[in-house]
């Protein structure tokens, strides 16, 4: 189940990016709901919301791919010991596997990631992303979440007023 959720958040966020690579010019946009969602068209050299964003030479993109690399088999390691206990957490971690390999490819294939999701209203913009992106950030925020609830009931915390 694991490398099927993997797999499965990698080929999609694939396949999205080569609808927008190949149906849409750089910078270009389609808007889908007025004054709130477009499909774009933008490149990121950077990671998440452009931070460390360069020129997209081959020594920035080296250490980016070098590190996504290293924070893959972090998670690889991480997720066999949770696995081996019969651990939840292991769906989130195939969530940042399989987004963290959609993005490493864009940066191998591409030496940049492509980015497409664009929400806004008016002038409060959120920086275009991808499905991977999203998994990512779904993944991150369930580990949270159940490293909170197992904190809570560990020690015996409860959430209602006495």
């Not at 066999?80 to 864009?106: H, S």
Request: hydrophobic share 50%; glycine share 12%; aromatic share 12%.
């Amino acid at each position: 189940m694991y490398g099927g959720i993997s797999a499965a958040v990698f080929i999609v966020d694939q396949l999205t990016k080569s609808l927008v690579l190949t149906r849409l010019d750089l910078f270009s946009s389609v808007q889908l709901i007025p004054h709130f969602f477009r499909i774009v068209s933008v490149r990121n050299t950077g990671i998440v919301f452009g931070i460390l964003s360069g020129n997209g030479g081959g020594g920035h993109q080296g250490f980016l791919i070098a590190f996504t690399i290293l924070a893959m088999l972090a998670i690889l390691i991480y997720s066999w010991k949770k696995a081996r206990q019969g651990a939840i957490e292991i769906y989130p971690l195939a969530l940042i596997l399989g987004g963290a390999a959609g993005n490493l490819y864009d940066r191998i294939d591409h030496g940049r990631v492509v980015d497409f999701l664009d929400f806004y209203i008016g002038n409060a913009h959120w920086p275009a992303f991808n499905i991977a992106d999203s998994c990512i950030v779904v993944g991150v925020g369930s580990l949270l979440f159940l490293q909170w609830r197992e904190e809570r009931i560990r020690t015996g915390s409860s959430a209602r007023p006495e």
